[in-house]
């Protein structure tokens, strides 16, 4: 079975190596994938929502292991989550919200049961001594009823949330990738199914429609797209949106009709 890892223990240390050398020793035949080790440090949200644009993708029977956990050897749970054929397991640290949104009914678990633990258990790296070989013996089939007691509810993030105004939209700068491009929570599918023009303002800028690529815009000039999330992103052909217009999480996005 398949076994993502999602951390921000970066590439310096060996942290994600002795995760993955675990459940390897526990499960040999697991496969494991690297998500993301470069979340910044305990940046909860950014982890929520790499999680929740990617693991749909992967194959039924995946175990998602998310290790950003600044509440490690506190007595924060952890959490093993079973969801549409996939099983998650994180800190309840609201890690999960965006990975659960929609969801009508969510099982989850208080992981406990110590047979499934290292035999010693280190209070700064539950990451090689809980999760990995918890995550090794879910790859390898176990119940995750086996682990612990069922919950009544996890810990969930306070997220920003767009909204229509005046027969326009308004939204925020929810995340950013590595090209500078600025994330907004706006929906694409009504900007792209939009038969009238619009702009989407921005810090004081203002940026006509829509482009269908990055390429497709003139070096340099803010530009709006529909990126591969579904979102609105701000993004500049040649730059960073982030960095050039100066954006940052939280900023205010509106979609108004053109004048």
């Known amino acids: 079975m ?3 890892l999602l951390t921000d223990f970066g590439l310096e240390d060996e942290y994600a190596g002795v995760m993955k050398g675990v459940i390897h020793s526990i499960n040999p035949a697991s496969t494991i994938i690297d998500l993301c080790h470069q979340i910044p440090p305990g940046d909860i949200e950014r982890a929520g929502w790499l999680l929740a644009w990617s693991w749909s993708y992967f194959p039924k029977g995946t175990v998602h292991v998310v290790v950003v956990d600044p509440g490690v050897g506190s007595t924060r749970r ?3 989550v079973p969801h549409r ?3 998650f397991l ?3 640290n609201g890690v999960l919200t965006q990975a659960l949104t929609g969801a009508r009914r ?3 678990y208080s992981v406990k049961n110590r047979k499934f633990f290292l035999p010693h258990v280190s209070n700064t790296f539950h990451g090689r001594d809980i999760f990995a070989p918890v995550a090794a013996h879910l790859s390898s089939g176990l119940d995750p009823r086996q682990l612990g007691h069922r919950v009544s509810s996890l810990k969930r993030l306070s997220l920003r949330s767009a909204g229509h105004r005046r ?3 308004v939204g925020q700068v929810i995340q950013w990738d590595r090209f ?3 994330v907004t929570n706006l929906p694409g599918k009504p900007l792209k199914r939009s038969k009238v023009s619009f702009e989407v303002r921005v810090q ?3 940026i006509q429609g829509l482009q269908r690529s990055y390429s497709s815009a003139t070096e340099g000039i803010p530009m709006a797209i529909i990126g591969s999330r579904g979102l609105l992103e701000i993004a500049i052909n040649g730059g960073s949106a982030i960095r050039d217009l100066g954006l940052s999480i939280g900023d205010r996005v509106e979609v108004v009709r053109s004048q």
């Open 90 to 92: 994180a800190p309840d």
């Open 180 to 182: 500078g491009n600025a």
């Open 78 to 80: 952890v959490l093993a």
């Open 85 to 87: 054929g996939h099983c």
């Open 204 to 206: 004081g800028y203002r």
């Open 2 to 4: 398949v076994v993502t």
């Open 106 to 108: 969510v099982q989850a």
């Open 167 to 169: 027969g326009g939209w």
